[in-house]
């Protein structure tokens, strides 16, 4: 495996420029999920349900249609994850007020529990490399994984002015 180059010219990308970027992103997911990956075995649970927890955490109240838009997986997909975890008490489903159709998505005492044990790990790590990095860094990897999504993936990190 070739050394990180501290300067990349984006004018002369070579081959093993690209091939070292699809590399970084490996080992950086790796080593990001590996903790809470041994967390959630530990509850007979995977990575579906840690963005599932991630997200109802993030969003309190989103409905299960919004959370199928951010996962982008099918509804049997996610009601397999999600029927697990409000049968084990992590997640509450409450019907919504102005339509009832609706199923909106809270983290129990449980889930949240569980939710800041999976999250205070990866934290750490982000902010111990955005420390490192400086915030010039920090904004050319944003712009960087900007740039690796789809366009509809997008949407979630603009602000409402634009």
């Known amino acids: 495996m070739a ?3 501290s300067i ?3 004018l002369f990308l070579r081959d093993e420029d690209l091939r070292q970027g699809i590399e970084l992103l490996f ?3 790796r080593d990001f999920t590996a903790r809470g990956d041994a967390i959630l075995a530990k509850q007979h649970f995977g990575r579906a349900h840690h963005r599932v927890i991630y997200f109802v955490g993030r969003h309190p109240g989103m409905t299960v249609s919004a959370l199928l838009g951010i996962l982008a997986i099918t509804k049997q997909s996610l009601s397999r994850v999600l029927s697990q975890l409000v049968r084990e008490d992590y997640i509450v ?3 919504g007020v102005a339509d ?3 199923r909106l998505l809270h983290l129990t005492d449980k889930g949240r529990a569980l939710e800041a044990e999976l999250t205070s790990e990866q934290r750490a790590r982000i902010m111990a490399a955005y420390k490192d990095a400086g915030a010039v860094s920090v904004e050319g990897f944003r712009k960087v994984m900007l740039g ?3 366009p509809a993936s997008r949407k979630h990190f603009q602000t409402p002015d634009k």
């Open 3 to 5: 050394e990180p180059k």
């Open 8 to 10: 990349v010219n984006p």
């Open 27 to 29: 080992f950086a997911y």
């Open 93 to 95: 489903q409450k019907t």
């Open 100 to 102: 009832r159709r609706q």
């Open 148 to 150: 690796v999504m789809e």
